[in-house]
């Protein structure tokens, strides 16, 4: 089949690796799948346009409303997969709840990261539980042997004789709901009483004007180093040589840097919202914490525990290996594509 993929194509964010994942799954059984940026198109119209020009037979949409909306009215059958804010922010917003609705309900089939997710869509459009799938992400990571772990922290600043240096990578778009800020101050803090302690949040510059604001803020303030979006093999690799990964959004459906840490042997400590705690059980396969102050005791006592930190990173790598198969996902696609023809 020419299928149509519909996704926010920003580089580096979740949503944009979700839908190249999804897009290889595809073309790997002979489908011809077309990867669209959603920001590029204001309406149903040209997508319609597009549909008739290069004569596709089927859609898929990352994101119910930011994807989803363009495949309204739709001559072609098509499948949604949730984003996360979708369900967990866009859902409050009565005109993006209406739509959303009126997109699921044309959809021939939508897919839900956790069951949380599958549940929330579900109290709000009862008729649609039946045609909502539960696939979780499918995760392989792929370090790259020739980074330099040099030249990575020249950029963040970060003086390479620090002795016992233990860096913390906070990888997100820098947007709100990310909320790459959460934890600066009281990162800060502890890096004057400790400075071989710094944290580097990393990835594209998704809101220009909140860019800005984080932009300033880690100027001024010291053991704080922000980076623009590397290659993914390279971020795998700087991955691999940090003590932690960080997680603080205020919403995620699911994260990927979550579980590629956990694939990549390094532990997570992560913000408790509903789309971390149901990858993460607490002390089991990662940490998870309630506020910035917690988030500094967790880590002292991560650090001061290293029975504890193999333990987490050997479950957490079995978590990932059992219910993260990137073999399956692409299995689980390849049937749920069926559906639309």
């Not at 979740?14 to 204001?42: M, P, Q, W």
């Not at 909140?210 to 979006?229: D, Y």
């Not at 579980?259 to 002390?283: F, T, W, Y």
């Not at 290996?321 to 073999?327: R, Y």
């Amino acid at each position: 089949m020419r299928l149509l993929l519909l996704a926010c194509l920003r580089a580096q964010t979740g949503n944009a690796t979700t839908a190249g994942r999804i897009r290889d799954h595809l073309e790997a059984v002979g489908h011809i799948c077309s990867l669209k940026d959603a920001f590029g198109y204001e309406n149903p119209s040209e997508i319609a346009n597009l549909i008739s020009a290069e004569k596709f037979e089927a859609a898929l949409a990352i994101h119910l409303y930011k994807g989803g909306r363009l495949l309204q009215g739709s001559r072609i059958p098509f499948g949604i997969i949730f984003g996360g804010t979708d369900i967990n922010e866009d859902i409050k917003h009565e005109e993006k709840h209406r739509v959303m609705g009126a997109v699921l309900e044309e959809a021939r089939f939508a897919v839900a990261f956790t069951e949380k997710m599958k549940e929330l869509a579900a109290a709000e459009w009862p008729d649609a539980r039946s045609k909502i799938y539960i696939q979780t992400q499918g995760i392989m990571t792929t370090p790259s042997a020739t980074f330099n772990w040099k030249r990575f922290l020249q950029n963040a600043g970060i003086p390479q004789d620090t002795e016992n240096l233990r860096l913390f990578l906070l990888i997100c778009g820098l947007r709100r709901v990310k909320d790459p800020l959460y934890l600066v101050d009281v990162f800060s803090e502890w890096h004057r009483r400790e400075p071989h302690i710094h944290l580097v949040i990393i990835g594209p510059a998704v809101d220009t004007q909140f860019t800005s604001e984080v932009n300033e803020k880690v100027n001024r303030t010291p053991g704080v180093h922000l980076l623009q979006e590397i290659p993914q093999d390279d971020l795998h690799a700087a991955v691999k040589r940090c003590f932690a990964v960080v997680n603080s959004s205020i919403s995620e459906g699911m994260s990927a840097a979550i579980l590629e840490a956990m694939d990549l042997d390094v532990p997570v400590l992560a913000r408790n919202i509903p789309g971390n705690a149901a990858i993460i059980q607490h002390k089991v396969t990662g940490l998870l914490f309630t506020d910035p102050q917690e988030f500094v005791q967790l880590s002292k006592s991560l650090m001061n525990d290293p029975t504890l930190e193999r333990e987490i990173v050997s479950k957490a790598k079995a978590y990932v290996k059992k219910h993260h198969s990137w073999n399956c996902e692409r299995e689980a696609y390849q049937n749920l594509v069926l559906r639309l023809q």
